[in-house]
């Protein structure tokens, strides 16, 4: 199995990787299967439905609305963010939906989107499945999907061990284990940046992979500045005020203060302002979650912002880094927070941001894989409870306070010799059996913790 650093780190729509953005893929994917296959001229209606976790929290997180943008054939990293809401609105009103874009079926909000609350696929909490129907209610198509973490899409007719979407390109430097990866960089005198970069190579040119990853952190930067200038009420119902715009401002004003802890606030602000998109359906980067998408472009920004020498070199070195701890992720647990928990979205990000950050301070490989092993041993046990079904409390302070906790991680890493008891191999084991052991109401369905301890209003 190969994965790219362009695998973890995609363009997305707000406000969750698993709930929205693989939802509008996959209907996306349904809706392109039916004109590949010829079945697209006789549809005259499209249904949908949701399960498990989808079905639960998914009118929180716009999941609904994601598949009638799939099926009109938008696709997470281009579509108008301003008119998402509208166009789903007037697809209900106008009892319409144009499939691909010019396929006129009739469409009915109601009947045609529907989410199971309590009934689930059986490879994923994350399950959907999608029929087209002719004049006659005969059924043309029917496929099922999963949404298995990360905007990661996987067909119906994968098995319950396939949680990897990967080609089988061979890479000059392959790893599954971090174990693995260390005993590359000892026996070839490699970083872990130069590693994830020899594989890289095998998909692209070096130009081009330095290209799309500043492409990324160019709309990491722009979703920052988005942030901090939008002010207001989050959408959905709970009344959460931005918090980004006025701490902004507070910290622009404030050029003499000479608290010791300023940078702190700092990067709290760059993680509020990203989560803050997020909730309100904006541009982000998938890193490697919408729900935990504001560590890594918080982190990177304390890197450009407060260390000297930094550069973009840095940036793109700092990405690959992170991203070869988030295909351990990957590959070896989750990043779901349906599957595993909170632990999966915001441990694993707060590991990668670790990884990286370390990288770019001068870390050895030891003292990375020791960086990130702090990043998410300290985040085991982390449930998916968001209150409202939305990603906005806990989710918006968790990435704030996670983001911190990545920078105190690579700091800690730097000041040993990447010796310690617990390896990462064996803290990402530890996470995947304790999400196979929490409570289902702990992986975002919204029935435990905060969300029902919480007065939604």
């Known amino acids: 199995m190969a994965l790219s650093v362009l695998d973890l780190f995609s363009v997305g729509i707000g406000p969750s990787s698993s709930h929205t953005v693989g939802p509008m893929r996959a209907a996306k994917l349904f809706a392109d299967g039916l ?85 689930s696929l059986p490879a994923h909490p994350n399950g959907m499945t999608f029929r087209a129907l002719d004049h006659t209610g005969t059924v043309l198509s029917e496929r099922s999907f999963y949404s298995i973490g990360g905007g990661f899409v996987v067909d119906g007719d994968a098995d319950a061990a396939d949680r990897v979407v990967a080609d089988d390109t061979p890479l000059p430097y392959p790893f599954t284990t971090a174990d693995q990866l260390l005993a590359i960089c000892r026996r070839e005198g490699m970083s872990i940046s130069d590693v994830m970069l020899a594989n890289e190579l095998t998909w692209r040119s070096e130009a081009e992979l330095r290209e799309k990853l500043l492409a990324l952190w160019a ?101 690959l880094a992170a991203a070869a701890v988030g295909i351990l992720f ?22 990668m941001a670790a990884a990286g950050l370390c990288e770019v301070l001068g870390g050895t490989p030891e003292q990375v894989e020791n960086a990130a092993e702090v990043g998410i041993e300290h985040n085991l046990g982390l449930t998916c409870d968001p209150v409202g079904g939305l990603v906005q409390i806990p989710c918006i302070e968790r990435n704030a306070i996670a983001s911190v906790k990545a920078i105190n991680a690579a700091r800690l890493a730097l000041h040993g010799d990447g010796s310690h008891k617990v390896s990462l191999d064996k803290a990402i084991k530890t996470m995947k059996e304790t999400g196979a052991d929490m409570k289902t109401k702990y992986k975002e369905t919204s029935r435990g913790g905060l969300a029902v301890n919480v007065i939604e209003c």
């Not at 108008?80 to 509208?86: F, I, P, V």
């Not at 990957?330 to 590991?351: L, M």
């Open 219 to 319: 709309v990491m930067r722009e979703c920052v500045d988005n942030g901090c200038a939008a002010e207001g009420i989050l959408p959905g119902g709970l009344n959460v005020r931005r918090r980004a715009p006025s701490l902004f401002q507070t910290l622009t004003a404030d050029t003499g203060v000479t608290d010791p802890l300023r940078a702190m606030e700092w990067v709290n602000l760059f993680a509020l302002a990203v989560n803050e998109e997020n909730a309100a359906g904006g541009r982000i980067v998938t890193a490697p979650t919408n729900g935990a998408a504001g560590i890594v472009p918080a982190v990177l920004h304390y890197y450009v912002k407060f260390v000297p020498g930094a550069n973009d070199d840095g940036v793109v070195r700092f990405l």
């Open 35 to 119: 004109k590949s296959e010829g079945h697209l001229s006789s549809t005259k209606r499209v249904q949908a439905e949701l399960f498990g976790s989808l079905g639960a929290t998914g009118r929180g997180h716009g999941s609904d609305k994601a598949v009638v943008l799939g099926f009109k054939g938008l696709d997470p990293e281009t579509v108008d963010t301003t008119t998402a809401d509208d166009q789903v609105a007037a697809a209900a009103l106008d009892a319409e939906l144009w499939v691909c874009g010019d396929h006129r079926v009739d469409f009915n909000w109601d009947e045609d989107v529907v989410l199971h609350r309590r009934k």
């Open 330 to 351: 990957k590959i070896n647990a989750s990043i779901s927070g349906a599957e595993v928990g909170c632990q999966g979205e915001v441990g694993s990000a707060c590991s």
